[in-house]
């Protein structure tokens, strides 16, 4: 099996995997009980946040445990517009972020809130000018990603770093899902980014947990009502094995990485060589300020699902455009945000690599598209 989905989700580190089991099997402690058990759980808690900080390089109290990137989009978005509805109801969100920014900022439109879209550039990268345009005295906050997660472009978040730091009171998330550990840290967490969004999946770490940078000093309505935990601002039990798991992964990751700083990209770059030969591939992902680990293109004449089973069936495990669109079987949004034709949008698939990956692997993908490549030439 070759597996090139890992922008979806990524296998659990074995590690990570033992220290979940461990975790659960040995405290058994809720984290808020008095008692010595509870006690022994919340150590733990603060233990991987301050883990997590030490790899960001923030403070721990700055750390804020979720159930995942979606959450995390949710509560900041929502967060925000509770919070700071009396001083504004406007918000911006560029055209190419996750569905769980996009749907979220409908969904706050739908409520009375105003939201503007920030175009990107054919190549997909938001347009900072034409950001800077939409600004206004009711703007709340500005909402966009680190990393697509459809092509991979690297968002310009400095330069809006840098065009916010004029506009202090408004609010500037960043979705880093797609770039924790991908990308280096200081190119999206800037000294102006006020909130990020993380997932434990996309480095290794268990689903369904992730957590939420929020700058000190911002505020942040709470999404999550009831026992109080997480200092009041994200009640629920916390799910200490999950997130001891999560604390675990992203350290590792970060190693891996660190062990191997250039191997992603290289895999990529040998696999953007060998797929601009052909003629009817075209590229999305290219190798100049675009992450190293997703490749996108399209394969003209054929839909990309019907690639994406044919390259499954000899157990080549590829995605259409995000995990959250592909079974809905629509074109890719950021395609279409960039104005690529309708035709050519929903021929795309997406590669995404991670270190586990080899150059064999790569090797037997282009072996095995090069004699799809000629089949489907014959019956186009």
């Known amino acids: 099996m070759i597996y090139f989905d890992n922008s979806a989700t990524t296998p659990i580190f074995p590690q990570a995997l033992d220290t979940y089991v461990k975790t659960s099997q040995r405290i058994i402690g809720n984290p808020s009980s008095l008692h010595d058990l509870g006690n022994q759980a919340n150590r733990l808690l603060e233990q991987a946040r301050k883990q997590i900080a030490d790899q960001l390089g923030v403070q721990s109290k ?3 445990f979720t159930s995942g990137g979606t959450e995390g989009d949710n ?5 925000t517009a509770l919070e700071k509805k009396e001083f504004g109801n406007h918000l911006i969100i560029s055209s190419i972020e996750h569905p769980a920014v996009t749907e979220t900022a409908e969904q706050l439109r739908s409520l009375g809130f105003d939201v503007s879209v920030a175009p990107v550039t054919a190549e997909g990268f938001v347009d900072v000018e034409a950001l800077a345009g939409l600004i206004r005295k009711e703007t709340i906050l500005v909402s966009v990603m680190a990393v697509n997660n459809e092509i991979g472009s690297i968002q310009p978040i400095k330069e809006i ?3 916010l730091e004029n ?3 408004i609010h500037f998330h960043v979705d880093a899902v797609q770039a924790i550990t991908k990308v280096e840290t200081n190119q999206w967490l800037t000294s102006r980014v006020d909130f990020a969004s993380f997932s434990a999946h996309k480095f290794h770490g268990p689903r369904g947990a992730g957590f939420v940078f929020w700058r000190d000093g911002r505020k942040l309505a709470p999404l999550m009502n009831g026992g109080g935990q997480e200092k009041n601002h994200r009640s629920g039990t ?11 992964a992203l350290r590792l990751s970060f190693e891996r990485k660190a ?4 191997h992603v990209r290289l895999l990529k770059n040998y696999l953007l060589d060998a797929l601009e030969s052909y003629d009817k591939v075209t590229l999305f992902s290219k190798m100049e300020e675009f992450a190293p680990h997703i490749l996108c293109f399209s394969l003209k004449g054929i839909r990309g699902e019907v690639l994406v089973h044919a390259l499954e069936e000899k157990q080549i495990y ?3 455009t995000s995990a959250c669109s592909s079974k809905k079987q629509v074109e890719s949004g950021t395609l279409h945000a960039m104005n690529v034709p ?3 949008a929903t021929s795309a698939i997406r590669i995404s690599l991670d270190e586990s990956n080899t150059m064999a692997e790569i090797e037997q993908f282009l072996i095995v598209f090069h004699q799809l490549y000629q089949k489907f030439e014959k019956i186009n």
Do not use: C, F, H
């Not at 916390?238 to 675990?248: G, L, Q």
């Open 259 to 262: 062990e191997k700083p250039e």
């Open 318 to 320: 590829t995605s259409t």
């Open 161 to 163: 770093s840098d065009l």
């Open 62 to 64: 700055e750390i804020y």
């Open 342 to 344: 309708s035709q050519l």
């Open 167 to 169: 506009y202090p009171k």
């Open 75 to 79: 509560w900041i978005l929502k967060g």
């Open 238 to 248: 916390e799910n200490v094995p999950a997130i001891v798991s999560m604390a675990r």
